[in-house]
């Protein structure tokens, strides 16, 4: 079993890493995106797929992404730490938790992830799992699992904008990551279909900058190409450029119409 977290190397020595999320949590398209050269797969337990509490699921994902040499970005589907615990322990290496609001909304899960946390002992536990298994219960695990876990949080809200220097302060805070679908609905001021994009484009301004600042990296998605290098330029260091699903529907549709006109 791999232990060594790529995506956490990449974003901390400063580069930039291009992902697609995978929609129908495949073995093969996550080994297939993985050989396509992409940095890493992005699988929305939140949304979609499988329960994450039965941590047998993650078994064959994770092989899938170390033959694919790629990396999976997990999203649970709430900040809870037991959760955050049986992810880590079934092999994932980089969780994203949603719906965060304040820095005290996300803490319990940082600290949650991490056998020392913030100058003290974390609430990781050493359990039974896929990670322990194979490096056994040894100083070298326990010692070595904190530089390799990565936790990252939404931010897809106005209550988390309006905190967001406080949250992105938290010690082990891995990096951050725009929702805009949600974050615009939020800021509709109670009718979804209200969109104000003056009032997003603010909002994604401000969440920016403060990462950039903070030293925090962030991500968001870009399908389109120009807009994924526009991306980079502005210092994302995350993208997500597209998913599964997506990219089949558009090219063997594109496809059929140029052999059927």
């Not at 992404?65 to 589907?77: F, H, M, N, S, W």
């Not at 880590?88 to 946390?117: K, M, N, S």
């Not at 950039?212 to 991500?219: F, M, Q, R, S």
Request: hydrophobic share 40%.
């Amino acid at each position: 079993m791999r232990t060594r977290n790529g995506f956490r190397r990449a974003i901390e020595n400063g580069e930039t890493i291009f992902g697609a999320a995978c929609a129908i949590f495949s073995p093969t398209v996550i080994e297939t995106l993985g050989n396509a050269g992409l940095d890493f797969v992005w699988l929305d337990f939140e949304h979609g797929g499988p329960s994450p509490y039965d941590s047998t699921v993650f078994e064959e994902l994770t092989r899938a992404a170390e033959a694919g040499d790629t990396e999976l970005l997990v999203r649970i589907p709430k900040p809870e730490p037991a959760l955050v615990r049986k992810v880590l322990d079934a092999g994932v290496r980089t969780v994203l938790i949603p719906r965060i609001e304040t820095a005290a909304d996300l803490r319990p899960a940082l600290e949650a992830a991490h056998f020392a946390y913030d100058g003290r002992v974390g609430d990781r536990g050493v359990g039974v799992g896929r990670t322990s298994e194979w490096e056994g219960y040894v100083d070298s695990h326990i010692g070595g699992e904190d530089g390799e876990v990565l936790v990252g949080t939404m931010i897809e809200n106005q209550q988390a904008v309006d905190n967001i220097e406080e949250i992105l302060s938290l010690p082990g805070l891995g990096f951050a990551f725009l929702g805009p679908a949600d974050l615009s609905m939020s800021l509709s001021g109670g009718e979804p279909l209200d969109k104000n994009p003056d009032r997003l484009q603010a909002a994604i301004d401000r969440t920016r900058e403060a990462c950039l600042e903070a030293g925090v990296p962030i991500g968001r998605i870009q399908n389109d190409p120009a807009a994924a290098r526009e991306a980079v330029e502005q210092g994302f260091q995350i993208v997500r450029i597209g998913g599964d699903t997506g990219a089949i529907r558009s090219t063997l549709s594109g496809r059929l119409d140029l052999v059927t006109e």
